[in-house]
């Protein structure tokens, strides 16, 4: 992925400030801007996890799945049928438990690969074949709304994909699931888990002493596996301001005790995007 760095980082900028990039009715669990670069693996949804209420309403068996928020014009989704308002239920057989995963899944495929994609659409599931594309140009999204930004040529540096998300409540930490990458988990010794990358300086999960390298396995009395399971359990805490988070080190569990201090909105660096 190539792109003049300070060119990208000035659409960034002004994808930030333009007031008409945020929407007042923009549903909470997909309040977001994605920062996407020309070339990679694209299907072209934007995608929302599957809220409890949302499985309820959708008459879903399971609360798991990817929401379809929209889908782009002339993208490989649309081309295979995929409609706003569907739920991914499965990719390539893989069985999708939320957005992280889907757009991971994504972003493995190689570019012109047909894939078996199948959604869950007015109470009952269908398969849809979708051909992956390379993506066009670089997009600033937020809530739905596309800038797409030309490529331009020289000064070329490399430079990573990155999004910036709303997350509440804050713990402080980075991870990715180890859900269906078993030689992972094994080798951290567990055999589910979020994998933590970063924790942020001065956040309630490094003040308790979790580590890049731990794997969060539960959340109090929950068992989690993705990040947005830590999230849901964090939020089911209430008000309860101390709690355990267990982690796995070195093949051993070992229970931390955390304090949160404050809870709202925090912007974070995240990659893969939640558009795939």
């Keep these: 992925m190539r792109l003049s760095f300070g060119i990208a980082m000035a659409f960034v900028a ?7 990039l945020w929407s007042q009715t923009a549903r909470a669990r997909n309040a977001q801007i994605t920062v996407q670069v020309g070339g990679s693996s694209y299907l072209g949804v934007g995608v929302a996890d599957v809220t409890a ?40 057989g893989t069985a999708v438990q939320g957005i992280e ?4 899944l994504v972003r493995e495929t190689p570019v012109g690969r047909q894939v078996k994609i199948s959604v869950w659409r ?9 051909t992956i594309e390379a993506r066009k140009g670089t997009v600033i999204r937020s809530d739905g709304r596309d800038i797409v930004v030309p490529f331009i040529p020289s000064p070329q540096i490399e430079i990573p994909r990155f ?10 930490i980075e991870g990715e699931s180890l859900r269906s990458q078993e030689q992972l988990a094994e080798f951290f010794g567990v055999k589910d888990g979020v994998l933590v990358k970063v924790v942020r300086k001065n956040s309630a ?8 390298g ?12 993705t990040s947005q399971e830590i999230t849901r359990a964090l939020r089911a805490l209430g008000s ?10 070195n093949k051993k569990e070992m229970p931390l005790t955390v304090t949160m201090e404050a809870q709202g909105g925090s912007l974070r660096a995240w990659d893969p995007a939640l558009q795939c």
């Design 14 to 20: 002004a994808g930030l400030s333009a007031p008409a």
């Design 53 to 92: 209420d949302r499985a309820k309403a959708l008459n879903l068996k399971e609360q798991r799945g990817a929401e379809v928020t929209n889908v782009a014009a002339d993208s490989p989704a649309a081309k295979a049928g995929i409609k706003e308002g569907d739920v991914v239920l499965d990719y390539e």
């Design 101 to 104: 995963q889907l757009t991971r």
């Design 122 to 130: 007015n109470g009952a599931a269908q398969t849809l074949t979708a």
């Design 163 to 172: 999004q910036m998300t709303w997350q509440n409540p804050v713990l402080g």
């Design 205 to 212: 999960a490094e003040k308790a002493g979790i580590k890049a």
């Design 214 to 225: 731990d794997v969060v396995v539960k959340v109090d009395d929950t068992a989690v596996s």
């Design 240 to 249: 309860k301001k101390t709690f355990t988070v267990t982690v796995v080190r």
